[in-house]
């Protein structure tokens, strides 16, 4: 069984993500979870008192949502889980609540309204593709529930406000202001109009930012699961309004955002809160990579470690590999939608070396050691576009998280002071039908004929046919993990030839094989 998408279940509630397959699902993470508690503490005894897990379920403000929790709750309960509800809530949200425990989260992120969908975790990450698997073979073999006297009582949680006030916490010590100053002052009234997008952003963002001093209009600021005021994925045309909002209010303002006028940036979110878009004082979207880089560079520069690294995919920015080692790090480039897989990896492979693994783990090292710390690496972000992982703070991706620490970061520099040093090149996506079947066969094929057909290009074949050019320049061709196409993104001064002439060779490929 395909359960398992780029990022957890996904689709129609009426087709794919319906009340049988929840509670499948449910009953089947208990199963798994069971079994991995009882590797922890050694075998069960006879009476189920050894591996009963703790599983937190929590939903995005989507219609069905109720439904499709009520199901996951009795899969859970049938199977022998601790069930903790605990309603409404943005996705990071319920990862932070899963810290030492497990969780499900209902939520189709920033697909359409008829659809929903299930993302687990496990202290605080999500299920890696071992986790995934099992839990697939587990619905595949349609496991019956656990004796009756084993089945649990569900228990009610409200972890929000503890989740707010950790993320407060953490933006409000980041290193961002002056070397005598270095935890910098609030945000000091910083104006930032935030879009909601009738999301789970709603009951977030806007608290934390307000808590660290900031000033803030909300668009779309009530929960409503049609997502009546926009799509639920924040792109450059759903942000019409917020970006026409900023622009409009900046007019004539001679420092945006201070002293009571304009906006000094707009945020939009998606349905869940992981993903964040920021769009600048002009009301123009700020490209997803360029604030990756930022965000990168602030990460390496402020970590004060030997070995700071960066874990991205493939499709990212150059941009971010040149803010990122100019700062004194490096990036290691991971598959897409699978960040949680590429921190665990670097750590596994820093621990097998004897170094530090833990950003944690270096709370007491001064920036002024990390040239002496020869035995430090840490991996201190991982992003993919849109979405962002804080390793210091927690293993998630967290768009609450991100808008505070760049709102702090905004409010000592501005964001065009941040934006200035990034090299923005033009950037391009494009899709090339391709039937599910045939992608085997035509990735195989173009790990050859794409080297051949741009000889000058470093090749890197980990995920997808990546081609780096001399000009730094680059292409990178990967199938699509949940529709029929093979995607060709190109970064380039001349980007749109790089990329007519890559997708040509992918054509031809795809009509020899399809």
């Given at each position: 069984m ?10 129609s509630?009426?087709?794919r993500?319906?009340p049988?397959l929840a509670l ?6 208990a199963?798994?979870a069971?079994?991995?508690e ?10 189920g008192?050894?591996?009963q897990p ?5 939903r995005?403000?989507?219609v069905t949502g109720?439904a ?11 199977g022998?889980?601790q ?8 996705t990071p ?18 697909n ?16 890696d593709?071992q ?13 019956p529930?656990v ?6 009582t ?9 989740y707010?006030?950790?993320?407060e916490?953490y933006?409000r ?27 789970m952003?709603?009951p977030?963002t806007?608290?934390v ?6 000033t803030v ?7 409503d699961?049609?997502f009546?005021?926009r799509g639920?994925k ?5 942000l019409a ?10 007019v ?8 009571g006028?304009?906006f000094?940036f707009?945020?939009?979110?998606d349905g869940?809160?992981?993903r964040?878009?920021?769009v ?18 602030h990460y390496?520069?402020s970590?004060g470690v ?5 874990v991205?995919?493939?499709?990212a920015?150059?941009r971010?590999?040149?803010r990122?080692?100019a ?15 590429g921190?665990?990896?670097v750590?596994?492979n820093t621990a097998?070396?004897?170094r530090v693994?833990?950003?944690r ?5 001064a ?35 991100s808008?505070?620490?760049?709102a702090?970061?905004v409010?000592?520099v ?5 934006r200035?040093?990034?090299t923005?090149r ?17 990735m195989?094929?173009?790990t050859?004929r794409l080297p051949?057909?741009f000889p ?6 980990d995920?997808?046919?990546?081609l780096?050019?001399?000009d ?7 199938p699509s ?10 970064e380039s ?9 890559v997708r040509e ?10």
């Open positions: 395909g359960l398992f998408g780029t990022a957890g279940v996904r689709g509630a009426e087709t993500v319906t049988a499948q699902v449910g009953r089947a993470v199963a798994v069971r079994n991995h009882r590797d922890a503490v050694g075998t069960a005894t006879t009476d008192s050894h591996g703790e599983v937190v379920v929590a995005d403000g989507r109720p499709l929790a009520a199901a996951v709750e009795a899969g859970l309960a049938a022998g889980a069930v903790t509800r605990v309603g409404q809530l943005p949200a319920l990862a932070y609540a899963s810290r030492g425990r497990y969780g499900v989260m209902l939520t189709a992120s920033h359409p309204p008829s659809d929903n969908g299930i993302k687990l975790f496990v202290d605080g990450v999500e299920f593709r986790h995934e698997r099992a839990v697939e073979d587990r619905v595949d073999a349609d496991d529930p004796s009756w006297d084993r089945w649990t569900p228990v009610t949680g409200d972890p929000l406000d503890s707010l006030a950790a993320v916490a933006a010590e980041l290193p961002v202001g002056t070397p005598t100053d270095p935890a910098g002052v609030d945000l000091d009234g910083l104006r930032i109009a935030v879009d909601c997008g009738n999301g952003a709603a977030a806007p608290t930012l307000r808590e660290l001093g900031a209009v909300t668009l779309n600021g009530n929960v699961g049609h009546p005021g639920s924040p792109t450059p045309e759903t309004d917020l970006r026409a909002f900023v622009a409009d209010a900046n004539g303002v001679e420092d945006p955002g201070r002293d006028a304009g000094a707009g945020i939009g979110h869940d809160a992981d964040i878009v920021i600048d004082a002009d009301g123009a979207v700020v490209h997803e990579d360029t604030v990756l880089a930022i965000l990168a560079e390496v520069d970590s030997a070995d700071p690294v960066v991205t995919t493939p499709n920015s150059a971010i590999d040149e990122v080692e700062a004194g790090g490096r990036v290691e480039r991971v598959r897409l939608g699978a960040l949680h897989e921190v665990a990896a750590r596994e097998d070396a004897g693994a833990d950003p783990a270096d709370d007491d090292l920036t002024d050691d990390r040239h002496t710390a020869t035995d430090r690496t840490v991996v201190v972000f991982a992003a993919e576009p849109w979405k962002h992982v804080h390793p210091a703070f927690g293993g998630w991706i967290d768009g609450v998280c808008a505070a620490v760049l702090r970061l409010s000592t501005g964001l065009e002071g941040l200035e040093p990034v923005e033009p950037y391009r996506k494009v899709s090339v039908d391709c039937p599910d079947e045939a992608k085997t066969t035509v195989n094929r173009l050859a051949s057909a000058s290009a470093a090749v890197d074949t995920h997808g046919v990546r780096e050019f001399p730094a320049s680059w292409a990178l061709v990967r993990g949940t529709e029929p196409y093979v995607r060709v993104y190109a001064d001349a980007v749109d030839e790089l990329t007519e002439d060779v992918v054509e031809a490929t795809v009509d020899a094989v399809a």
